[in-house]
C-alpha cells in the first residue's frame, strides 16, 4: 500500500509539472525583452577639446563678419550641456554650429589648410 501511494503521488507530480511547464514557457516568450538604446558619449577631455575648437571656428567666422545668431545660441548651450555633463547634448549642439558655421561666405575650416 505504501509502494503504491508512492507511486501514485510521484506520477501526480509528474503531469502537475509536465502540465505547468508549457504554461510558465508560453508566457515567458511573450514577454518582450528590452531594447538596450546606448549612444556614443565623448569623454570629458574629448568634449571640451571639440568645445574649443568649434569655439574658435565662431571667433574666426566673427572676425570674418559673419555673424549667425543661430551659431552663437547653439555654441552657449553647448557650453550649458558640457557644464551640466550632457556630453551626449554638447556634441549634438557643436554638430549644428559646424553645420552653420560651413554656410558662412568664404568659410574655409582651419583645420583643413594646407599650412
Not at 501514485?8 to 531594447?35: I, N
Not at 545660441?73 to 556630453?87: D, I, M, V
Request: aromatic share 6%; glycine share 6%.
Amino acid at each position: 500500500m505504501k509502494l503504491s501511494k508512492i507511486i501514485t503521488g510521484a506520477a501526480l507530480a509528474a503531469v502537475l509539472g509536465a502540465a505547468a511547464a508549457p504554461a510558465f514557457a508560453g508566457e515567458m516568450s511573450t514577454m518582450p525583452a528590452k531594447a538596450i538604446q546606448a549612444a556614443v558619449v565623448p569623454p570629458l577631455g574629448q568634449a571640451q577639446d571639440q568645445l574649443a575648437q568649434v569655439g574658435r571656428h565662431l571667433i574666426e567666422a566673427e572676425r570674418r563678419s559673419f555673424y549667425n545668431p543661430d551659431a552663437d545660441k547653439n555654441f552657449r548651450a553647448a557650453q550649458t550641456a558640457l557644464q551640466n555633463g550632457r556630453y551626449d547634448q554638447l556634441a549634438a549642439d557643436l554638430s549644428h554650429v559646424q553645420t552653420q558655421l560651413k554656410s558662412a561666405p568664404y568659410w574655409d575650416a582651419p583645420d583643413r589648410r594646407p599650412w
